[in-house]
């Protein structure tokens, strides 16, 4: 074999193994969709019984159940924006990772794993290493 089909070779076993690195499983929405419908009906009965307090308590009830919404769906949320970025962002720029699995791929999969604070940190630490020279197959 000469230099150039020893480099084509390394080029398409490098293309497969990419392809194989990026399969994603299907995103269900249908336990989110049902928790936010029981938090829209929470805070719509919050509004009903909002007429019969007074301003500041009616306001402390609906902060207290926004946040309780917000820090319950905090994975969620997180796993929704990487998914978003990964289905809509550019080819060029989400091929730019010299990483195996890709970086958002990487923080998703931290963020199932070890849960919302280590596997965000987790992924940030990785997409500031994500420049030359680093690189190369990195699971979490």
Do not use: H
């Not at 019969?52 to 997180?78: E, G």
């Not at 978003?84 to 970086?103: D, G, N």
């Not at 923080?107 to 940030?124: A, H, L, P, W």
């Amino acid at each position: 074999m000469t230099d150039e089909e020893i480099i084509e070779a390394f080029r398409n076993k490098r293309k497969d193994d990419i392809k194989k690195a990026v399969i994603r499983p299907k995103f269900r929405l249908y336990k989110e969709l049902l928790q936010i419908a029981v938090f829209s009906l929470l805070i719509a009965v919050t509004a009903i019984l909002g007429s019969s307090l007074q301003a500041w308590q009616y306001t402390i009830l609906l902060t207290v159940v926004i946040l309780l919404f917000l820090i319950t769906q905090t994975k969620n949320i997180i796993l929704l924006m990487i998914f978003m970025y990964q289905r809509f962002a550019p080819k060029t720029i989400r091929a730019a990772c010299l990483f195996t699995p890709s970086c958002s791929e990487y923080m998703r999969i931290s963020v199932q794993k070890y849960g919302v604070f280590k596997g965000v940190n987790k992924g940030f630490r990785r997409l500031r290493r994500c420049r030359p020279p680093n690189g190369g197959l990195d699971e979490p």
